[in-house]
């Protein structure tokens, strides 16, 4: 059967909340640990001056607060901002889309989101900024 996966429009996105959490990434380099700002059900945002190139899969440790352990996560680099390109409104980093997560895992990440977007009410629909 076709892969008949469309890329979403931002009005379809998944609530996401910008707060910053550790993440571990793997590259070339080997682990690689920097700062995720923008956290959603389906993937999360990481402020780095090195990017890596859009469709690079990547195991991502991200650090709930609360958790005992970091979660340990599957994504594909869905989008990046080199440093020096001026987008309105974001750092340079990559957009992490996650994929092969099982239901346990999107089932805390969605709890987690949504007890932020709770805790700190948007001023826009579907951003929420941690004070």
Do not use: C
Not at 42 to 50: A, F, Q, S, V
Not at 52 to 64: A, I, N
Request: proline share 9%; net charge negative; hydrophobic share 35%.
């Amino acid at each position: 059967m076709a892969d008949t996966s469309q890329k979403s429009n931002p009005s379809d996105r998944a609530p996401r909340v910008e707060y910053e959490l550790p993440v571990a990434y793997s590259s070339v380099a080997g682990f690689v640990t920097d700062w995720a700002v923008n956290l959603s059900r389906g993937g999360l945002y990481i402020n780095t001056d090195k990017p890596l190139p859009v469709d690079t899969v990547v195991r991502l440790l991200v650090t709930l607060p609360g958790a005992h352990f970091p979660v340990e996560l599957k994504g594909r680099v869905t989008r990046t901002n080199a440093p020096g390109a001026h987008v309105a409104n974001q750092s340079p980093g990559m957009a992490v889309e996650f994929v092969d997560v099982d239901d346990e895992k999107r089932s805390r990440i969605g709890e987690f989101v949504e007890r932020l977007r709770t805790e700190f009410p948007p001023d826009e629909p579907d951003v929420v900024t941690r004070k």
